[in-house]
Structures are given as structure tokens and as C-alpha cells.
């Protein structure tokens, strides 16, 4: 599904969504209603042939031996932290500058999240911070490819067989990504995939995915995640009820076929947006990422919009018919429901400088440079707009 001169709509636009998960969706219909046609017939909707196929894949894709289907990529966190014993009293790093799931899955289990600060350009986990915030109650670390980079696996990794942690990579952004040619997700003990709709293969609903390359961990994942049942109706130990559906499964094995090409357009979206910002001089203006890096799979584009600024342009985008968003408002440290863990307001300066100045923009494969060009323009203009403004106060 390469991209086509009609996909990649040529001349003006007035609008640019952030994701259209029809366009993505709309050319793999008649493949998927088939598939549902299927199992429809089949009557086997829970497991099957579509969940093996989808697990065989995922695993050869991201390098690991072996790949456990599960019901979302919330669950895949829980379910790796239940196997790896996490209880009340383990504590398990984690970055405050990701989604909510991170830390949630850690704290369900009466485990301490110990939040350490992002590197400010890459916004990852910080490995010096992390150094630093090993103790002997450390259990597991989850570093969390954030926006679709992995994160600086190896010193991690290093730190990890050094204290004999457990680490859980977060890939729920970052299937396809990789570190020095290894698929996030074949790197730490275990890695935990989404298939929510809006990452880089969105599902029809949720789902989700763990990855290991030991075999005794692919059994206790899959224990875990089937009520902890081994043979049937005799419970080896207390599992959660977390499993992917055939009709999920076969959606994803439609996309998956695509993965690569997904990545690879997100890729050089990513690349024209670096170009169109520079021609439009407001690349110093706003500081975008960088494109160098090969193994990026871009789930998102986030710039940064300083000086208190941010909110006043994304409304202004919002005007122009421009979809943005902020991943992520408010860091996991300064969220009420672990106000008990007693982290202050300054704690981790890069994650809360990032929390008031990011903004994500559209990066969807699908989307064309007549959308890219008109995002880019409108951000020049709001920007210059502003400066105006400051001027004549
Ligand atoms: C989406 C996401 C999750 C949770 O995945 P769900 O499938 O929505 O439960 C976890 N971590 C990160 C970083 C995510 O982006």
C-alpha cells in the first residue's frame, strides 16, 4: 500500500486532522470484512488461528522469540509486572512524562512508581536519573519508548544485569522502532504493545501484545493473563482475564503487512515537516525534533512551543481546522490520584517544562504535504502573529 498520487491529494486544503483513521482503514475493508466473515462462520471468537498468526508476527517483526496476545496495552504492563512477582513494597522506575498506564499498572499491584526526569530533546527516560534512583527495593524498570523512539536501551540494560532488575519496555507507541538494529520490545525482559486505534497499528478496539525471548517468561505471561489457569479450571496462581479477540487479531494481521510502510511514511512526514519548517524560518521559533534518527517510528511530531505560548497557538491551529494535541497536560508525579507519593511541583524540572510545551501535530501515514505545507504555514503565520502582538505591547 504504497502511497498513490490520489492518496497524496495534491493543491490547497483548508484543514488537517491530527490521525483519519479512515485513510488508513478505508483501502484494507473488503480484506478485513472477509476476515469477520470467517470467524463470524466459525464461531470461534476468542483465541484461534487469527491470534497465533498475529502473535508468530508480532514476535518475528520485533526480533523477540516469543509473543502473548492480551486484552489491551494497559494490561500488557500489568500482566508482565504480576509475572515478575511485582508486590506492595517493590518499587518500580518509571518516567512521569508518559501515558497514565505506566505508572497505574505499578500502583494497582501496591508497588511504589519512582518517577525520574526525561532527557529534554529525546523525551525519554533520563539514565543518569535513573542511576540515581536504584535502591535495593528496585525491582523493575519501565523505560517507555515515548512518541515512538526507543529510549537509551543500553545503559539501562547495563544498570538492569548490574542490580539484577527487570525491565519492561513500554513499546505501546513504538512497534517497528528500533536501537542499534534491535526492535523495542527483543531488548529488556519484556515488552508491552498497544493496538489502540491510535497508534502505529491501531486495531478496531483495544488490544494489546507482550513480547519476551525467554520461554519460561512467555508461559508465565500467558498464565497470568488466562486467570492463572493450568489445565483448564485448576488455578496455578491469580491471573487477570486478558485476552485478545479473534475478529482484533484479524484486523491487525491485515495491517500488519503494512507496518513497515506505516513507519516509513510516518518517516518522511517527519522529514518534509523538518524541511517545510526550516523554508518557513520558524524552526528556531519552535524547537521540532529531530529527524536524523533512523529507527523512529514518529507515533508522534511533537514540538515544542515556549514562553507560555503553547495553548494560545493551538486554539488558533484549532481555528484553522488543524487537530493538535498535548501528550502529555499534567505529568504523572502532579496527578491527584498519586498525591500520596508526595512529589512537589519543581521535582522533575524537564518533565514539567515539556508538560507546559509540547503540542503534537498531524504525522498519520496517510497524510499529504498539501496537509503538511498548510500546517506549517499556519504555524508560521500564528507565530509571527503573536510577535506582533508582543511587539505593539
Ligand atoms: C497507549 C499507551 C498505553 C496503554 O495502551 P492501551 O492499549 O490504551 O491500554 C500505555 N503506555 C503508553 C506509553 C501508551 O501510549
Known sequence: MTKTNDSKRSGSVDSAPLLDVDRGNAPLKAEIMELFSEIYDSGWFIGGPQVKQLEESVAAATGAKYAVGCASGSDALLVSLMAFDIKAGDCVICPSFTFFATASAIRRLGAQPVFVD?????????????????????????????????????????????????????????????????????????GCFSFYPTKNLGGMGDGGIMTTNDAEIADRLRLFANHGMKPRYYH??????????????????????????????????????????????????????????????????????????????????????????????????RQVCFKDLGYEEGSLPHTEAAAAEVLSIPIFPELTIAEQQYVVESLAEIIAGQQEVRKAA
Open 118 to 190: 526525561i532527557d529534554p530533546v529525546t523525551f525519554n527516560l533520563d539514565v543518569e536519573q535513573v542511576k540515581q534512583a536504584i535502591t535495593p527495593k528496585t525491582k523493575a524498570i519501565i523505560p517507555v519508548h515515548l512518541f515512538g523512539q526507543c529510549a537509551d536501551m543500553d545503559p539501562i540494560m547495563e544498570l538492569a544485569g548490574r542490580y539484577n532488575i527487570r525491565v519492561i519496555e513500554d513499546c505501546a507507541q513504538s512497534i517497528g522502532a528500533t536501537y542499534n538494529r534491535k526492535g523495542s520490545g527483543s531488548i529488556g525482559d519484556v
Open 236 to 333: 496455578q496462581v491469580i491471573g487477570v482475564n486478558s485476552r485478545l479477540d479473534a475478529m482484533q487479531a484479524a484486523v491487525l494481521n491485515v495491517k500488519m503487512k503494512y507496518v513497515n510502510q506505516y513507519g516509513a511514511d510516518r518517516r518522511q512526514n517527519a522529514s518534509n515537516y523538518q524541511q517545510l519548517m526550516t523554508r518557513y524560518g520558524i524552526s528556531s521559533l519552535v524547537a521540532a525534533p529531530g529527524v536524523d534518527n533512523e529507527g523512529h517510528v514518529w507515533n508522534q511530531y511533537t514540538i515544542r512551543i515556549p514562553d507560555g505560548r503553547r495553548d494560545e497557538v493551538r486554539r488558533q491551529l484549532a481555528d484553522r481546522k488543524i487537530g493538535s494535541e498535548i501528550y502529555y497536560p499534567i505529568p504523572l508525579h
